[in-house]
């Protein structure tokens, strides 16, 4: 199963990527996670990445892709894959398409996470609150979810004319939210979508 996960924070891209990933026995490849361990690994274009993270920004498409592609393509090389946030931008999407003719990278379907934006912001709240990430303050938040509307949002409609976009309500427990995706998804197999 190939799935790309598009989301806005604090949907829940993560916690469902990881679950799907578990119960599909497919790699989990968050971008988020790749972009934060290499800012932690202190190289200067880790250090060049963490600053976009602290405010919120999106990393340059050209980073995203050095830093992501051979990721990506050790994931194509395994057959299933769970794409959690990338890509996340139109340029984004059409290069990995272009990637994907070349590799074979194609997805079964695209899983719109979507929640009222008061809850989006209470649990990234919460998380903050326990700690979490550099980018979990009140006004990133808002930037990120700006962000999310103006550039990512126009991904909703570029998959729904391929075909393979499934909208999930994800204002729910985590486990109504993976079962109602994995029920759909095996509703519409064998669909075969392409990026
Ligand atoms: P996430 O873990 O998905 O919430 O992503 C955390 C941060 O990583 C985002 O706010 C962006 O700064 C950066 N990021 C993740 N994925 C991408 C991407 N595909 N393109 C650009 N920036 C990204």
Do not use: N
């Amino acid at each position: 199963m190939r799935l790309l996960l598009l989301a806005p924070p604090g949907a829940g891209k993560g916690t469902q990527g990881e679950r799907l990933a578990d119960r599909l026995a497919v790699r989990h490849v968050s971008a988020g996670e790749r972009l934060r361990a290499e800012a932690r690994a202190g190289t200067p274009v880790g250090r060049e990445i963490a600053a976009y993270l602290d405010r919120g920004d999106l990393v340059p498409d050209a980073i995203v892709f050095d830093v992501l592609s051979p990721v990506v393509v050790a994931a194509v090389g395994d057959g299933g894959y769970i794409l959690d946030g990338f890509p996340r931008t139109l340029p984004q999407a059409t290069a990995a398409a272009a990637l994907g003719a070349r590799l074979g990278l194609t997805l079964d379907a695209a899983v719109h996470l979507y929640a009222p934006e008061a809850v989006l912001v209470r649990r990234l709240l919460a998380r903050a609150g326990q700690g979490g990430r550099s980018d979990d303050t009140s006004a990133v938040i808002r930037h990120r979810l700006q962000l999310f509307t103006t550039t990512t949002s126009p991904l909703i409609d570029y998959y729904r004319d391929r075909g393979i976009l499934l909208a999930v309500d994800a204002d729910r427990p985590p486990e109504a939210v993976t079962t109602e995706i994995l029920a759909r998804l095996s509703d519409r197999s064998p669909i075969r979508g392409t990026t």
